[in-house]
């Protein structure tokens, strides 16, 4: 497992703005939940733990870069184009607060603050251009490639601009925004590109051998005709 | 669980109920957290607080720092910060150092490090199933409860699955190892999620047919003592303690 953060620790933005942002994760996610039922129902909790656990399984999955530097997935995007939006918010909220308890990954009062950037506003980004980009390229696996690329690169770059968001309204030192915001995006897009490339093929891999499963090809789909019960002889 | 930081001990601290133990470490976090920074001494009360239960929960001090290197990134740019920070500027050695920019960077260093302490202390002294159980006790929303117990059971799974296909990779004679190999390890992610929603699949099948009807059946319910609850809040209310102190001195 990495041995570094990625997430905001306690201090780096001030107590007030925390709390503001830790009431708003509170209430999208208990929207989640309730979008989340509406696509899994009663399946919801074996389903979305297990896809969490996939999300913290890719996220130990280090590959090397160049000789001596290591990335890992991050997993958002993916889960939103592979799960939906909801039910991927979740599951990354729920990694996240695991992370902060069980491994002091980010702190415990900027919780609000790293869930509203990376499960929310992250996720947020990638499904709306995942539902956008998806009208006008082909629906086969490799627009769903080209996706996913352009979502993940979008969506980490965007949950970067978040912090720099939280920074502006409640950071503990003053710095030059622009600075703060292009070292950010700077870096948050280089990780992006190695994100997209990687959940491109993986999106990809999935599409070819279950598009039944892919959330964001399911939407375009019909509902299939409903069958009457009864035995055609 | 590979990367859990529970240590076995017995210790006073291990058998404090797995939710006041939370309460405790997220109320001396939020006070860390809102002390003004300037408060020197404040910060070195905390610390010689959490130095206190470290010893009581037999915890070595070199395991602790060890894992505190997690916040390195914040520390450094915590020492980026007196280069880049504004306003009021001083001499230091020859370099230009922003004041504020001094303050921010011993703000981020001290909250950070306070903070990561509080939170290694909760997970060495917690097994997984107490941390999630003492979260469900606190009234946490029972679907998060849910996702999360299903997420920690099957994460072992999951590691041994990309283990596996790692392994049966490598012994057919590949070993994807720079970027442009990257595709290999994308395939087996895609695999890896495949096999992850299947077997989601399965075991929401196999909890149907032994009547699961969509919420867990409650095992135990042993709420904590009040004596427990006295116990663990000794740490917040010392810590209060000492943020007043600061405050009016």
Request: aromatic share 8%; charged share 15%.
């Amino acid at each position: 497992m990495e041995t570094t953060a990625m997430h905001i620790a306690n201090g780096i933005v001030d107590g007030p703005v925390s709390a503001v942002f830790a009431v708003l994760a509170v209430a999208a996610l208990a929207f989640c939940v309730r979008k989340a039922r509406n696509d899994l129902d009663e399946r919801l909790a074996p389903m979305a733990g297990l896809v969490a656990a996939f999300i913290f399984a890719v996220q130990m999955l280090n590959f090397q870069v160049l000789p001596g530097v290591s990335g890992h997935l991050l997993g958002g995007t993916l889960a939103v184009i592979l799960v939906g939006p909801w039910v991927g918010a979740l599951c990354v909220s729920t990694v996240l607060i695991v992370q902060c308890l069980l491994f002091a990954d980010g702190g415990l009062t900027a919780l609000g603050l790293n869930i509203t950037n990376m499960a929310l506003l992250g996720t947020a980004a990638g499904y709306l251009l995942v539902a956008g980009l998806l009208r006008v390229l082909p629906r086969n696996a490799q627009g769903l490639a080209v996706t996913a690329f352009v979502a993940s690169v979008v969506s980490v770059v965007v949950a970067s601009q978040g912090f720099v968001f939280e920074y502006a309204l409640g950071g503990t030192t003053e710095l030059s925004l622009p600075w703060v915001s292009g070292t950010m995006a700077l870096s948050h897009t280089l990780i992006g590109i190695g994100e997209g490339l990687i959940a491109a093929t993986t999106v990809a891999t999935v599409a070819k051998v279950r598009p039944d499963l892919v959330y964001a090809l399911r939407r375009f789909r019909k509902p299939a005709p409903v069958v009457e019960a009864g035995v055609k002889a | 669980m590979g990367g859990a930081l529970f240590l076995e001990r017995v210790s006073p601290v291990h058998r404090l109920a797995p939710e006041v133990k939370i309460a405790a470490v997220l109320l001396f976090t939020i006070i860390v957290v809102i002390t003004p920074r300037t408060e020197f001494w404040a910060f070195g009360g905390y610390a010689l607080l959490l130095a206190i239960v470290a010893v009581a929960a037999r915890v070595p001090a070199l395991w602790l720092a060890k894992r505190a290197t997690i916040e390195l990134p914040f520390v450094l740019l915590a020492i980026a910060l007196p280069f880049a920070g504004q306003g009021e500027r001083v001499d230091w050695l020859g370099l230009s150092l922003s004041l504020d920019g001094i303050h921010g960077a011993w703000n981020i260093f001290a909250k950070g490090t306070l903070g990561v302490v509080a939170s290694l202390l909760l997970a060495a002294t917690t097994t997984m199933r107490d941390l999630i159980l003492g979260l469900d006790r606190l009234r946490c929303p029972a679907v998060f409860t849910q996702i999360a117990t299903f997420m920690l059971r099957y994460l072992d799974v999951l590691a041994d699955d990309a283990r596996r296909m790692r392994i049966a990779r490598l012994a057919r004679g590949y070993d994807p190892r720079f970027l442009w190999q990257v595709k290999a390890f994308a395939v087996s992610v895609g695999a890896l999620f495949l096999r992850a929603y299947e077997r989601g699949e399965r075991v929401y099948l196999a909890m149907v047919s032994r009547g699961y009807t969509g919420r867990l059946p409650r095992t135990s319910e042993n709420r904590a003592p009040m004596s427990q609850w006295v116990t663990a809040a000794a740490l917040p209310v010392a810590t209060a303690g000492i943020a007043l102190i600061a405050g009016l001195g």
